[in-house]
């Protein structure tokens, strides 16, 4: 019998210092043959195997990586399946990124079964599926999770939002098909059958929707004038013009299209704005760089990010949805010139330093070329995400230093006490993506955490009991924005 069977911790000591190619090798020796289910929770020998996991997806080893989660799956089917969430999402990815649907469907089932519990890797898997324009992935999804995760006494009201979405545009983008082809669409049933996921089924919001959907359009005069009196309908109405622009001009499904529209609007939205900047589009629309700088680095900075796509949606949504509006009258040319010099240059900064693989974001370039960019560019830049597919690096041979978590807790320690002394949040060299070019590695990777106590949405969730707000917050009923 192995030392791993006879004195785990003696096991682990030589495991830890070994180099990760000796590492990877000894945990898939492990996991190729049956062991008992029970040693392996007393152990917590998931926790290593998402090290390893985490090690073969960040260098990029793809065949390795997806071998390795197919024989743990094959081999422990039990453990696989209470740990689901934290390999399930790489090989999706992937099925996206070669356009091989079929192949996530398998792993969506799984989530499927247990949305609560999965809630933090569910959520940044439908963010792909959705910009990927995996339209009847994320819709099937969204359907089976939206009421457990809505009627959860576990996670924090609103995180069903994001699904119920889903399932409103791919309604909105069948009611528009319809229209199309001349057929009639009852209303009132639409309104109906939209309730349930969180729909405002009123006969005005209906009649609004109709209007949208069947070319009937505010001049750009009145909807500035709409966007002065109440900014959330003139936004919502915009949301549904834009989404069924990009339907006909980029063929993209309403699903993908509400998607990049809702990812750079939560970025206009979560500033901090003034009652001034709320009275007209040219102001809610104006932005600087360190704003972007400070919100798409929190998506994509952190240690423990795990929303980098929508960080990427961001940046490369604004030239799309800012088109749109400048084609719709609803901003000044400067405005739209400022959002595209500014999306342009955080762009390039991305580039420069971004040090993980590029493929894993290739959902950008499926929603068409934005008008400022020359065809030439564009094809590079298609060409520059794809081609890292192949950048892969052999593990180290080398030995593996023990953590020092002294140090750890000392740095960790420094870092807060900067933040507290810097006013946290407010372009922080902890948050920036652009205040520490010198060390791109540590603001633009986010490698794979090791397995969480809690996931940070049931933290908050019990941090929101704590505070004594241990009731759900009454449902809020939304339009289609």
Known sequence: MSLFFEDFDQWYEAYETASPQVQYETVLEIISKPFPFDYAVETDFASILIEVQGLLEGNNLLKQALSFTATFQAQQPELYQKEFYYFDNFPIRYALFNRVLSQCDEALTRYKQEPVKSIDELLPILDDLRFYDAREQSVDLSRVVYQPVATSSKLLGGSEDAFGSVVIADMLGQAYTALQQGDAVDWEAWGKEAAPFSFENTAELQQEVAQILTGERLSPPALVALFQKTPDVALRQLSLRFIVKMS????????????????????????????????????FFAFDFKELDRYVGALMGGLLSFRQSMGFAVIWGLPHVYEFLRSEGVIDVSVYDSAIATATEFKA???????????????????????????????????????TIEDAKPLSTEPTEPPDWDKMLTDVAGTMAKKISANAGVGSPATSMSSQPAQPAANLKSPKPSKPKKSPLKEAKSLNKAKGGNKKKKKKRKGFS
């Open 248 to 283: 006909g001009q980029n063929q993209l499904s309403f699903v993908c299209s509400q998607a990049i529209w809702s990812a750079v609007m939560r970025f206009l939205s979560e500033r901090k704005l003034s009652k001034k900047q709320l009275g007209h589009p040219d102001r």
């Open 349 to 387: 900064l991305i580039l420069k330093n971004w040090a993980d693989p590029l493929w894993r974001f290739s959902f950008i370039h499926r929603w068409g070329k934005p008008e400022y960019q020359t065809d030439e560019d564009f094809a590079q830049e298609v060409q520059r995400f794809a081609s």
